[in-house]
């Protein structure tokens, strides 16, 4: 296993493929686009589009590359670790439908929605969920598997996923945007580095071989400059409390439900919950996102470094 420091991590200095551009940059606005990381639409793109959204979604079994010379047999929806990250508007209507291609039954939970839970399945193999609602609270949530006594091992097991649901009237700032999904795996890698799947007793006891932002143990360094807003949709799987911290600089808002809490060092966000997070780059340099508690976790990977080592003059007013 390759085993990275800190400032390993953080020196590894020139942005890798498929970081925004200088002209985006400072002052800019719209979604970091790295390897490992997904896109998002945004506010401005997702409100003005149709108030009502249709998500196709498909559980599978697959073998993921989870970097760092570790493979994992997960359980996914659309393949892909967390899943698709679901943006809609507040007052939207939303029909999100689940398309069972595994082996065993599985569902959707969105924490987003207020709706009656046996409406989130299960669904056995071949068959399709359908789950119609309307979204009227903003904010960051979990998705996840319903499968009834057993849903902890399928949510371990990699059916999980990110739902934002934007304010329609509170245009937010401009901002440089990622999601932040923090999970574990539960298993013990063979010779080959394959985890061949979840414990189920490691998974009871909540204790995880390995923990990781966005279901990858590697994360290219991301470009900003000083004085970028960085806004970030985070979501705690679980197991326990994020102690989210950005090292080298102080949180600016939280936005927690409909709390705004300012000037936060690390704020915690429970299993289950999400908290969309705004800080800004003060000066060049090096910055880094992590879970205070889980820093055991750095060398395998858990941080995402945000890279303004461009040699651009420090920031006016912040
Ligand atoms: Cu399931």
Known sequence: MRVLTVLGV??????????????????????????????????????AGPREKTFALEAREVTLDLGMGLRFNAWTYDGVLPGPTLEVCEGDKVRITVANHASTSHGLDSHALRTDMRRFGPVPPLEILTIDASVDTPGVYMYHCASGPVTDVHIKSGLYGAMIVYPRDEILRPARELVVVQSAVFGTP??????????????QKNDPGVMMFNGRFEHPPLEVRPGDLVRAYVVNIGPGVAALHVMGTILDTVYDGAARIRHVQTYGVAAGSGAVVEFRIPEAGTYGLVDHDRLAYVPWGMVIAFDATGGHARAPAH
């Open 10 to 47: 953080v020196a590894l200095g020139a942005c890798a493929a498929g970081c925004a551009g200088p002209d985006e940059a400072t002052g800019g606005s719209g979604s970091f686009e790295a390897p490992g990381l997904a896109a998002l639409a945004g506010q401005a793109a997702t409100c």
């Open 190 to 203: 063979d010779a080959s580095g394959l985890i061949p799947g979840t414990d189920p007793t490691r998974a």
